[in-house]
């Protein structure tokens, strides 16, 4: 596959809403960015134009804004100037992009200072205590999946395992019955960003909120140490007074919380998963030397994460970032994936070094809009890692099968993760 040939299969999925919803970011359509975006880089930090248009493929975004300008940053310092100034580069703005999505609560589609008051209501999950709940259900959802497919020898991890392990630890940290993660998942996928058409995502939210209320309703009553009670216990200033959180407010929490809780981690196990198997000696090294994993978890979401571009933001007044004429109200893609691999900020970039010395990247964005779950996922991705190493020995590729690619454009994702082990 060329960078950005189309592929009548286009997408990643085990059904059909999962490749339909993959391949409207860029799965299957593109395969390696980034040296389209080093040569971009090339010429300068920030270029007019959006990723789509770069690798000729359809825009999701364009149904939002089909008049206004767009440009694109892929030089580090101009990116993270971008993403610490949500007041020149409004993320208030996107809303109109995140309404369908999120509602009118969204965190993502949100400035200071409602940005700060909306992160501190759901700031108790990822407290100590939070991550304590978090984490107990990782290990044990772990291992059962495990053990679901250990006796067979082989199995396609990204499927069997990735995708079945972060979507439920996020819904039972909610209280979601097992009985409904199928329909949950479903309805978190439809949430990504710009991977649903509107009235599909607007569906798919509403059904979450639905289903929510009914767990929300069980909570007031019925409190428990969880996630929802505790969000509940909290109070939010509306007109200078002060009261518990309302449905309204946590409602709009909980979708701001599913897409990153769920997609995102599971599309960076995928890549992590790829990574380590294409180098067998790093792998076999890793079963005794574990301290090495947070290290190379922070690598691979610096060189192959999961998101290329962080949500675009609304450029507030004419402004000139590095010579380039940005007009008010043009839409800014700051290029995470393509920044993190600046060489005048990274040495070797394009390279995966398992033992770079550690350095800050955008990974997880930065600013007022740095991802509030970030220790959620790398607890999350480390234990994930340590468990298979724990049961599975000898972990490789299954030659029988395919090579994965990783694919993607605005998300970024294996093919598949096909193992053997023993």
């Known amino acids: 596959m060329t960078e950005t040939s189309v592929d009548t299969t286009a997408g990643v999925g085990r059904e059909d809403w999962e490749r339909r919803t993959t391949k409207r970011t860029g799965a299957g359509l593109v ?16 270029h007019r134009g959006s990723t789509f248009e770069l690798f000729g493929v359809p825009d999701p975004m364009a149904e939002v804004w089909p008049e206004a300008q767009r440009f694109i940053s892929v030089g580090y310092d101009v990116t993270e100037q971008i993403l610490q100034d949500n007041i020149g580069f409004s993320n208030a ?9 999120f509602g009118e609560i969204s965190l993502m589609g949100s400035d200071d200072p409602e940005h700060r008051k909306f992160r501190a209501l759901v700031q108790p999950a990822f407290t100590r205590h939070g991550l304590e709940i978090w984490s107990g ?15 067979r020898g082989s199995a396609d991890l990204y499927f069997e395992y990735c995708a079945e392990f972060p979507v439920y630890v996020i819904a039972m940290v909610l209280g979601v019955k097992k009985e409904d993660l199928e329909c949950f ?8 960003i710009a991977a649903a058409p509107p009235d599909e995502a607007r569906s798919a939210r509403l059904a979450v909120e639905d289903y929510m209320r009914r767990i929300i309703e069980d909570r007031r009553k019925r409190p ?32 701001n919380l599913l897409p990153a809780g769920a997609g995102t981690t599971f599309r960076s196990l995928g890549i992590l998963l790829v990574t380590l198997l294409e180098r067998p000696e790093l792998l076999e090294r890793l079963y005794v030397e574990r301290e090495r994993i947070p290290r190379i978890v922070e690598e ?47 040495e070797n970039p394009d390279m995966f070094m398992p033992d770079r010395n550690p350095r800050v990247t ?38 029988s099968r395919p090579r994965p690619q990783i694919t993607g454009l605005m998300y970024r994702m294996p093919t598949g993760v096909p193992a053997r082990w023993g």
């Open 31 to 46: 395969s390696d960015p980034y040296p389209k975006l080093a040569e971009l880089r090339g010429r300068g930090p920030i």
């Open 93 to 101: 703005g996107i809303r109109k992009m995140t309404e369908y999505v």
């Open 137 to 151: 259900f990782v290990r044990p959802r772990l291992d059962q999946l495990i053990a679901g497919f250990k006796a």
């Open 185 to 192: 998942h479903e309805w978190t996928a439809m949430l990504q």
């Open 224 to 255: 428990r140490d969880d996630i929802i009670s505790m969000l509940l216990e909290r109070e939010i200033e509306l007109d200078g007074v002060r009261e518990k959180i309302g449905e309204r407010h946590l409602l709009g929490l909980i979708n």
């Open 300 to 346: 691979v979401l610096r060189w192959n994460g999961p998101v290329l571009f962080a949500p675009p933001r609304l450029a507030t007044r004419d402004c000139v970032i590095d010579g380039v004429d940005i007009p008010a109200g043009s839409i800014v893609e700051a290029a995470i994936g393509a920044a993190n691999r600046d060489p005048e900020r990274f």
């Open 362 to 399: 955008l990974a997880f964005s930065t600013g007022v809009h740095y991802c509030a779950g970030s220790q959620v996922a790398r607890m999350e991705l480390t234990a994930a890692v340590n468990a298979l190493l724990d049961h599975l020995p000898k972990l490789r590729f299954d030659d």
